[in-house]
């Protein structure tokens, strides 16, 4: 659908983002591995890089990933702690090491927790400590941090904003479900209620002058079944009426769908069709479903045409590639159409994927 492949791409852009900033917490403390002259020192100070940069990776990824966050907050928070013994003596005099650390820990500590300014505070005040230089280290730790916090935050906080906007929809899509179940509880009730009310009276009363007054009994059980067909009649009705969808609103639901997917979709219906072919939005419904969830089509179309004694419907797109053999769906539908004396047609030539769909009128 649509909004799984819009989220991908927005998490693939927010993950893309946070990386170029993430390659501080990999860069800035290399370069001190780098001049370090002691073999011991540049052996620690080398797993130290390794050890945050990969927590560091994990932590950013489980920020905008369905993931448990916790374990890469407890890793991040370890191997953050590991860094003072084994990045803070590296390059010293040289390079202030220990200082990109506490960079990227100012620049991350926004996104991961909600008191970030006490973590922030703690993180120069470390810095400082350990540093040859301490206005130095203030202005790397606390400059170059705050320009990546921006850069973390500001993508995070947008993909947050997409993770409630597209939570709020799927909310709104259930509550409509739920409403419409409602409604339609709420007319079989008042349309069953009364008269399976006078049913059971009538069933009753008959019952009791089954014994007493048997011509009685029978008019009144007559009634019964009288009333008994009159309602199951009219529920037939209404649940026939709760399922039938025009297909001109069905055609039109689905080409927002496929445009609103990437799909250039192009529909052409009559503007008047007869009743029968209502029948035919069960067709043009699966065949929408099976274009956005079986196949990578690029293009659709949708025709619907009158002619002297059926409606015929033709739906094709180029993602037959993307098929792999027929349905339960599409088998499924091929009964429910001959059973309302229609025919469904499926083939592939090309790349082209087309379903023809038929009903009587």
Same mark, same amino acid.
């Given at each position: 659908?649509?909004?799984?492949?819009?989220?991908?791409?927005?998490?693939?852009?927010? !993950?893309?983002?946070?990386?170029?900033?993430?390659?501080?917490?990999?860069?800035?403390?290399?370069?001190?591995?780098?001049?370090?002259?002691?073999?011991?020192?540049?052996?620690?100070?080398?797993?130290?890089?390794?050890? +945050?940069?990969? @927590?560091?990776?994990?932590?950013?990824?489980?920020?905008?990933?369905?993931?448990?966050?916790?374990?890469?907050?407890?890793?991040? @928070?370890?191997?953050?702690?590991?860094?003072?013994?084994?990045?803070?003596?590296?390059?010293?005099?040289?390079?202030?090491?220990?200082?990109?650390?506490? #960079?990227?820990?100012?620049?991350?500590?926004?996104?991961?927790?909600?008191?970030?300014?006490?973590?922030?505070?703690?993180?120069?005040?470390?810095?400082?400590?350990? #540093?040859?230089?301490?206005?130095?280290?203030?202005?790397?730790?606390?400059?170059?941090?705050?320009?990546?916090? !921006?850069?973390?935050?500001?993508?995070?906080?947008?993909? /947050?904003?997409?993770? $409630?906007? $597209?939570?709020?929809?799927?909310?709104?899509?259930?509550?409509?479900?739920?409403?419409?179940?409602?409604?339609? #509880?709420? /007319?079989?009730?008042?349309?069953?209620?009364?008269? %399976?009310?006078?049913?059971?009276?009538? =069933?009753?009363?008959?019952?009791?002058?089954?014994? %007493?007054?048997?011509? &009685?009994?029978?008019?009144?059980?007559?009634?019964?079944?009288?009333?008994?067909?009159?309602?199951?009649?009219?529920? &037939?009705?209404?649940?026939?009426?709760?399922?039938?969808?025009?297909?001109?609103? $069905? =055609?039109? @639901?689905?080409? $927002?769908?496929?445009?609103?997917?990437?799909?250039?979709?192009?529909?052409?219906?009559?503007?008047? !069709?007869?009743?029968? #072919?209502?029948?035919?939005?069960?067709?043009?419904?699966?065949?929408?479903?099976?274009?956005?969830?079986?196949?990578?089509?690029?293009?659709?179309?949708?025709?619907? =045409?009158?002619?002297?004694?059926?409606?015929?419907?033709?739906?094709?797109?180029?993602?037959?590639?993307?098929?792999?053999?027929?349905?339960?769906?599409?088998?499924?539908?091929?009964?429910?159409?001959?059973?309302?004396?229609?025919?469904?047609?499926?083939?592939?030539?090309?790349?082209? +994927?087309?379903?023809?769909?038929?009903?009587?009128?």
């Amino acid at each position: 659908m649509a909004a799984p492949r819009m989220m991908r791409r927005a998490r693939l852009l927010t !993950l893309a983002s946070v990386g170029m900033a993430w390659s501080t917490s990999l860069v800035g403390p290399g370069i001190g591995v780098l001049l370090e002259s002691r073999t011991e020192w540049v052996v620690l100070g080398a797993i130290g890089v390794v050890l +945050f940069a990969a @927590a560091h990776a994990g932590v950013l990824y489980a920020a905008v990933s369905p993931v448990a966050r916790g374990p890469w907050l407890v890793a991040f @928070a370890v191997a953050s702690l590991l860094t003072v013994p084994l990045l803070a003596p590296v390059a010293a005099g040289r390079w202030e090491t220990w200082a990109w650390v506490g #960079a990227s820990l100012v620049g991350t500590a926004p996104v991961l927790v909600r008191r970030w300014w006490a973590v922030v505070l703690g993180v120069v005040a470390v810095a400082v400590v350990l #540093a040859g230089d301490p206005l130095r280290a203030l202005l790397i730790t606390g400059g170059v941090g705050v320009g990546l916090a !921006l850069v973390h935050v500001l993508p995070v906080w947008l993909w /947050d904003l997409l993770v $409630q906007v $597209q939570d709020g929809r799927e909310a709104r899509a259930r509550l409509a479900v739920i409403e419409e179940r409602l409604r339609f #509880a709420r /007319d079989v009730h008042d349309l069953l209620g009364h008269r %399976l009310t006078v049913i059971a009276l009538k =069933a009753e009363l008959a019952e009791r002058l089954a014994t %007493l007054d048997g011509a &009685r009994a029978g008019e009144e059980a007559g009634e019964v079944r009288v009333l008994a067909a009159s309602a199951l009649a009219d529920l &037939r009705e209404a649940v026939h009426g709760y399922r039938a969808v025009d297909l001109a609103e $069905q =055609a039109s @639901a689905i080409e $927002q769908v496929l445009t609103s997917s990437g799909v250039r979709c192009t529909v052409s219906v009559p503007p008047s !069709l007869p009743t029968a #072919a209502r029948e035919l939005s069960w067709a043009l419904r699966e065949a929408g479903t099976n274009v956005l969830r079986h196949s990578r089509a690029r293009w659709c179309t949708i025709d619907v =045409a009158l002619e002297p004694d059926l409606v015929r419907l033709t739906v094709a797109n180029d993602g037959a590639p993307g098929v792999a053999g027929r349905g339960s769906g599409l088998d499924g539908l091929a009964e429910r159409l001959v059973g309302a004396g229609g025919t469904l047609r499926t083939g592939e030539e090309g790349g082209v +994927f087309t379903l023809v769909a038929t009903v009587r009128t």
